[in-house]
């Protein structure tokens, strides 16, 4: 993306940014607490703009909770996230690892890497998930 890795570290670290750009096409986003710090918890929940009846925590909602687990200025996000949900096939804590480098036309390279994916989500659907978040990040740092 075009934007300095400053810009986009702080994008991920930054509750505000986070409502706005972490969050799929089709829902909308409330971050319930938010600590960006390494061993800091944070909540949020996704709301379905259209009831669908396929949440994970309610039939129109995915809440989730997790921790910064480790945090490098400008380089690295470590976090462990986990649904609130009863439904057996989407417990679990996920770990994501956000990879921040300079890319070769002088912008940002983001690359994410999921670890432990609870059962019941697939794959292709969190990685289609994270594609428009990840549009919505570069989007709301654009430089002109």
């Known amino acids: 993306m075009k934007a300095p890795r400053a810009s986009?570290?702080?994008?991920?670290?930054?509750?505000e940014s986070v409502k706005h750009w972490m969050v799929p096409d089709?829902?909308?986003?409330?971050?319930?607490?938010f600590e960006?710090?390494?061993g800091g918890s944070f909540r949020i929940t996704l709301t379905y703009d259209s009831p669908t009846g396929t949440g994970k925590t309610t039939?129109?909602?995915?809440?989730?909770?997790?921790?910064?687990?480790?945090?490098?200025?400008?380089?690295?996000?470590?976090?462990?996230?986990?649904?609130?949900?009863?439904d057996a096939q989407l417990?679990?804590?996920?770990?994501?690892?956000?990879m921040?480098?300079?890319a070769e036309d002088g912008g940002t390279d983001v690359v994410a890497v999921h670890?432990?994916?609870?059962?019941?989500?697939?794959?292709?659907d969190n990685e289609a998930g994270w594609k428009?978040?990840?549009?919505?990040?570069?989007?709301l740092l654009q430089t002109p």
């Open 59 to 86: 039939p129109n909602s995915d809440t989730f909770k997790g921790r910064f687990v480790e945090l490098i200025p400008d380089a690295l996000v470590v976090q462990v996230i986990e649904f609130e949900t009863e």
């Open 8 to 15: 986009v570290y702080r994008a991920f670290l930054d509750a």
């Open 26 to 33: 089709g829902m909308t986003s409330e971050v319930h607490a």
């Open 100 to 102: 921040i480098s300079d």
């Open 115 to 124: 670890e432990r994916l609870p059962a019941g989500l697939s794959a292709k």
């Open 36 to 38: 960006p710090r390494e």
């Open 132 to 139: 428009m978040s990840l549009g919505k990040l570069a989007k």
């Open 91 to 98: 417990k679990g804590p996920m770990k994501v690892t956000i």
